[in-house]
């Protein structure tokens, strides 16, 4: 079954250290997303991809970079994190349709201390 | 820019009574945007509920239903008969032709049994 696979689940991470959230899907799409998801705020994109080897900006990327290494797997890296950051994270793939439906993994829940 | 409003950030509802979930929306683009709910349920990443992609048509899906007005730019969720397993948060989202979705802020739905 195509699916798409978040990693961790949940991570506590300290302020300025280093986080790598992992992306991973099996539905052959060409598009992948990163969202946030805030209480009181809708689900706002950070990047995304439509093919491998380039990332795109979202709405929000400031501090935040993109890694897609090959059509399956697309990270989300917080060089140095902050505060603010804490957050649900979701990934999502897509196929090269206008308006095709979103596949979403079930997220990450990051707290930064 | 697009954006998607949900007024309700939590509504609660006792089992077998009529639900309904305002979404309304607005957009630049020149070409009626796509509609969407997507659902997400405890543990799990969103999912698709319903789409339409024709102002004035109406989607269906597990007994909910939601109706394009593209005169009151809305897309309002509804469903006559809610059981304890819809419970979840759902969002409204707007796709304007390309690749990226806009998404409410979602309603956090809760049925009393």
């Known amino acids: 079954e195509a699916a798409v696979t978040q990693s961790p689940r949940s991570k506590v991470a300290v302020t300025g250290g280093k986080v790598t959230l992992s992306c991973h899907q099996t539905?052959?799409?060409?598009?992948m997303y990163w969202y946030r998801q805030d209480t009181g705020h809708g689900l706002r994109l950070i990047h995304y991809s439509y093919v491998a080897d380039s990332t795109e900006k979202g709405d929000i990327p400031d501090g935040y970079k993109a890694s897609r290494p090959s059509q399956e797997n697309f990270s989300l890296i917080l060089e140095l994190a902050s505060l603010s950051q804490t957050a649900v994270y979701f990934c999502a793939s897509s196929a090269q349709v206008a308006n095709s439906d979103y596949t979403f993994g079930s997220g990450t829940r990051l707290l930064v201390i | 820019g697009d954006s998607v409003t949900q007024t309700e950030g939590q509504v609660t509802v006792s089992e077998s009574k009529s639900l309904i979930i305002n979404c309304t929306y607005s957009t630049t683009s020149i070409a009626y945007p796509n509609l969407f709910w997507y659902v997400r349920y405890p543990g799990e990443g969103l999912q698709l509920l319903l789409k339409v992609i024709t102002a004035g048509q109406k989607g269906s899906s597990r007994g909910f239903e939601a109706t394009y007005n593209k005169e009151t730019t809305s897309f309002h969720l509804q469903k006559a008969s809610v059981q304890e397993s819809d419970s979840a948060v759902y969002y409204c989202?707007?796709?304007?032709?390309?690749?990226?979705?806009?998404f409410g802020t979602g309603t956090s739905l809760l049925v009393d049994p």
């Open positions: 539905n052959n799409h060409d598009y």
């Open positions: 989202a707007l796709g304007d032709m390309g690749y990226k979705l806009t």
